[in-house]
């Protein structure tokens, strides 16, 4: 059964670096989201991306967050300068077009110090 | 706003008892509603889902729920626990405004043999 797939598992790093996060969705959904789990907290949603453009985002992902879709598999969530409170779990998911559940990858991990 | 409640923090159970998890929603007009489970360093795993019709939803691993319009409630349940329904489960509604997940906090289930 296809997965979505993440990159890395775990990510560490210093405070004010910039990061990238990776995913593959499954190979013929056309919608992809990332969310984040703060230790301890709900999931919540960050952005939705369809044919080649944010089509949703929450107040959570501003100037900071950014999306991207550089070849026909990958999608990445970028941070340019991480802070402290970035420190969550991140998962993406991929939906079909016809289809209303999402599937959710492993996530990463990011831990910023 | 919409949003999703999940009242119990943890739910314990007797293997081969029958188990519930709780969910309720506030969402404007019909709702769409999921559950989705989550076990240790893994991603969230989709279980069923509410769109239209049927009020009993059957999904994997032998878990249904029960979609109740004038309590609003979305129960989760399964006739007969199994340690390794041991997790983290999670209600949610689909965004009336996109097709963003709104979670509730989580319930863990455990299942003592």
């Known amino acids: 059964e296809p997965e979505v797939t993440q990159t890395p598992s775990h990510q560490v790093t210093q405070m004010g670096q910039e990061v990238i996060l990776r995913c593959v969705p499954i190979?013929?959904?056309?919608?992809f989201y990332w969310y984040r789990q703060i230790l301890g907290q709900k999931v919540e949603f960050l952005v939705s991306?369809?044919?080649?453009?944010?089509?949703?985002k929450s107040e959570i992902f501003d100037d900071q967050f950014s999306v991207e879709r550089p070849d026909g598999s990958n999608f990445t969530l970028k941070i340019r300068s991480t802070k402290l409170e970035d420190s969550a779990m991140y998962f993406c998911?991929?939906?079909?077009?016809?289809?209303?559940?999402?599937?959710f990858g492993p996530g990463t991990r990011l831990t910023v110090t | 706003a919409q949003s999703v409640a999940q009242p119990e923090d943890q739910v314990n159970v007797a293997e081969g008892n029958p188990l519930t998890v709780k969910c309720t929603y506030s969402?404007?007009?019909?709702?769409?509603l999921f559950w989705y489970v989550q076990y240790p360093n893994r991603g969230l795993q989709f279980l069923l889902k509410?769109?239209?019709?049927?009020?009993l939803v059957k999904g994997s691993y032998g878990f249904e729920a029960e979609f109740n319009k004038s309590q609003t409630s979305f129960h989760l349940k399964k006739p007969s626990a199994l340690v390794s329904d041991s997790a983290l489960y999670f209600c949610?509604?689909?965004?009336?405004?996109?097709?963003?997940?709104?979670f509730g906090k989580g319930t863990t289930l455990s299942v003592s043999s």
């Open positions: 998911a991929s939906r079909r077009d016809s289809l209303y559940e999402q599937y």
């Open positions: 190979s013929n959904h056309l919608y």
């Open positions: 991306f369809y044919n080649n453009e944010i089509s949703e």
């Open positions: 969402v404007s007009g019909n709702p769409y």
């Open positions: 509410y769109i239209t019709g049927d009020n």
């Open positions: 949610a509604v689909r965004d009336q405004a996109g097709t963003a997940l709104i």
